[in-house]
C-alpha cells in the first residue's frame, strides 16, 4: 500500500469517526462535561418546562458532541421519550418528575442495544451542550405513548442490532430515535406489528438525509462495528429528532415543538416551520 493511499485512508476513517460516533452519543453513563451543580440546574429546566406545558408524555433530545463535528444537518445525537412518572428516591421517598425511556447502545458492544430507564440528570451528564430539545404530542397521542410503556409494548418494538446511521423504513437495525419514532407510529397507529409500522413509515415519514460520502462509509463499516450501510439502498438516510419534529408537525400530532437554552429558554420554536399539509396519516 502507498503512503498516498494511507495517508487518504487515515483521513477517511478519522473524519468518519469524529462526524459518526459524534452521531451516536446515544450511551449511558457517559463522562460530565460540565459542572454537576449545572447539569442539575438544567435538568430541572427542562422538566420544568414540560410540566408547564401539561406534558406527560414528550420527546427528549441532547447534543452529545460538538455541533461542528456532527453531519451537516444533524442537531442532536441522542432522542428518548420522558414519561411524567412516580420515582422512588434512594432513601424511599416517593416523588414526581420524569422518567426517560432510552435505547441505548451498549459500550462493550458497540453493534448492541438495549433499554435502559434514567432521569434528566443522568440523561443530560454527558452533554457536549446544555441544549435539549422538546417534542410535546397531543394528549392522545401521549396517552397512548404512556400506555405503550406501562404495559412493556415499548420492549416488543426494541430490535437489539444497532446501526448509528439505521434505515428506519425497514426492520434491520434501530438506533435511538428510531426506537422513539417506532414508539410514536406505535401511538399513532395503536399497533406493534413491525410489518404495518414499518409500512406507514414508508408512506408518511420522511428521513433526514447523511451528508457524508460512500466512501467514508465503507471504510467506517470495515472499521467500527455500529457503522453500517446493510439496510440502505440508494442515499443513506436516517431519522433524527428534527425529522421526527417535522413528521408531527405536518399531521398536527404534536402542540410543540422547540429547543431549549442551558437557562430553560425557548432558543427556537420548530413548528415555527412551514409544511406543506398533505392529510392525516391512515392505518395501513
Given at each position: ?55 406527560r408524555a414528550f420527546v427528549i433530545a441532547r447534543v452529545g458532541r460538538p455541533q461542528k463535528d456532527l453531519p451537516r444537518g444533524i442537531r442532536f445525537t441522542h ?206
Amino acid at each position: 500500500m502507498n503512503m498516498h493511499f494511507k495517508h487518504l485512508l487515515s483521513a477517511a476513517v478519522l473524519a468518519l469517526t469524529i462526524s459518526f460516533n459524534a452521531t451516536a452519543g446515544s450511551q449511558a453513563k457517559q463522562t460530565a462535561t460540565h459542572k454537576p451543580e449545572q447539569i442539575v440546574s438544567f435538568a430541572k429546566n427542562v422538566e420544568k418546562y414540560a410540566a408547564g406545558q401539561g406534558a406527560r408524555a414528550f420527546v427528549i433530545a441532547r447534543v452529545g458532541r460538538p455541533q461542528k463535528d456532527l453531519p451537516r444537518g444533524i442537531r442532536f445525537t441522542h432522542t428518548a421519550v420522558a414519561l411524567y412518572s412516580d420515582i422512588t428516591l434512594d432513601d424511599g421517598e416517593l416523588v414526581k418528575g420524569y422518567a426517560i425511556y432510552n435505547l441505548y447502545q451498549k459500550a462493550d458492544q458497540l453493534n448492541q442495544s438495549q433499554l435502559i430507564t434514567d432521569y434528566p440528570a443522568d440523561f443530560f451528564w454527558g452533554a457536549d451542550q446544555l441544549t435539549a430539545g422538546i417534542i410535546v404530542p397531543t394528549q392522545e397521542i401521549q396517552t397512548r405513548l404512556i400506555d405503550i410503556i406501562t404495559t412493556g409494548k415499548n420492549q416488543q418494538l426494541h430490535n437489539n442490532n444497532y446501526s448509528v446511521i439505521a434505515n428506519p423504513m425497514n426492520a434491520q437495525l434501530q438506533n435511538c430515535t428510531e426506537h422513539t419514532l417506532d414508539m410514536l407510529n406505535a401511538a399513532i397507529y395503536q399497533t406493534v406489528d413491525i410489518a404495518k409500522l414499518k409500512a406507514n413509515t414508508k408512506a408518511y415519514f420522511t428521513p433526514q438525509r447523511v451528508h457524508t460520502s460512500r466512501v467514508k462509509l465503507m471504510f467506517g463499516s470495515m472499521l467500527q462495528d455500529d457503522i453500517t450501510t446493510k439496510d440502505h439502498t440508494g442515499k443513506v438516510a436516517t431519522s433524527t429528532f428534527t425529522s421526527i419534529a417535522q413528521y408531527l408537525a405536518k399531521y398536527d400530532l404534536a402542540s410543540q415543538s422547540v429547543i431549549l437554552g442551558s437557562n430553560g429558554q425557548v432558543l427556537e420554536a420548530m413548528t415555527d416551520l412551514t409544511f406543506q399539509s398533505i392529510g392525516a396519516p391512515t392505518k395501513s
